[in-house]
């Protein structure tokens, strides 16, 4: 409620505060989890929203640490979207950081913690991702993983290159998608 309202002070256009629930299973911890949320109704993003949730009961919370995947990648790190007018840019990344300011001292947790904005030259240079003059549909997705062999056993008959300590998936053809793992 406190975000929403920062929020709102500071102009953003914010839908209403809603509470829901669902039934959730950590092991021992299972029962109704509810919680609160809210979403801008305006895009910051093309495709994408920003939003807010606060849990209402934390025993219940998503544990993103027991659910890593057989492949060994426990989240999303963050995701990259492309604009190559600058002014754009720099208009995506001021109201982006507009909003974490709103949240106040919530901590990410179970969505994506950061959103990166690069231009088609930097996806190349960083990645070697080519990446079309119609960057609308595109994203990068970074994840994080404990063990970059497992990983990269999962990955046969995917186009694969290691930039740095990360293992990319060009999907750009096929999906205008990459992804990024990353060993921490």
């Keep these: 409620?406190?975000?929403?309202?920062?929020?709102?002070?500071?102009?953003?256009?914010?839908?209403?505060?809603?509470?829901?629930?669902r039934y959730a299973d950590h092991g021992a911890s299972k029962g109704n989890a509810s919680f609160t949320f809210f979403r801008l109704t305006e895009n910051i993003l093309n495709n994408a929203y920003y939003g807010a949730v606060q849990h209402l009961n934390r025993e219940l919370m998503y544990q993103?640490?027991?659910?890593?995947?057989?492949?060994g990648v426990s989240r999303i790190n963050s995701i990259t979207v492309f604009e190559n007018d600058p002014q754009k840019a720099a208009k995506i990344a001021e109201e982006s950081q507009k909003v974490v300011d709103c949240t106040g001292d919530a901590t990410p947790s179970g969505g994506v913690p950061a959103v990166y904005?690069?231009?088609?030259?930097?996806?190349?240079?960083?990645?070697?991702?080519?990446?079309?003059?119609?960057?609308?549909?595109?994203?990068?997705?970074?994840?994080?993983?404990e063990d970059l062999n497992l990983v990269n056993s999962r990955l046969d008959g995917f186009?694969?290159?290691?930039?740095?300590?990360?293992?990319?998936?060009?999907?750009m053809e096929e999906m205008n998608v990459y992804l990024v793992f990353t060993e921490e």
């Excluded at 993103?64 to 492949?71: F, K, L, Q, W």
């Excluded at 186009?159 to 999907?171: H, K, L, Q, W, Y």
């Design 1 to 21: 409620v406190a975000t929403h309202q920062r929020l709102a002070e500071a102009g953003f256009p914010v839908g209403d505060v809603a509470t829901m629930s």
């Design 64 to 71: 993103p640490t027991r659910y890593i995947h057989s492949n």
């Design 117 to 145: 904005i690069m231009d088609t030259a930097q996806a190349l240079e960083t990645y070697g991702v080519v990446i079309p003059e119609d960057t609308k549909n595109v994203v990068g997705v970074c994840f994080h993983t």
């Design 159 to 171: 186009a694969t290159r290691i930039c740095g300590n990360s293992i990319v998936v060009d999907m």
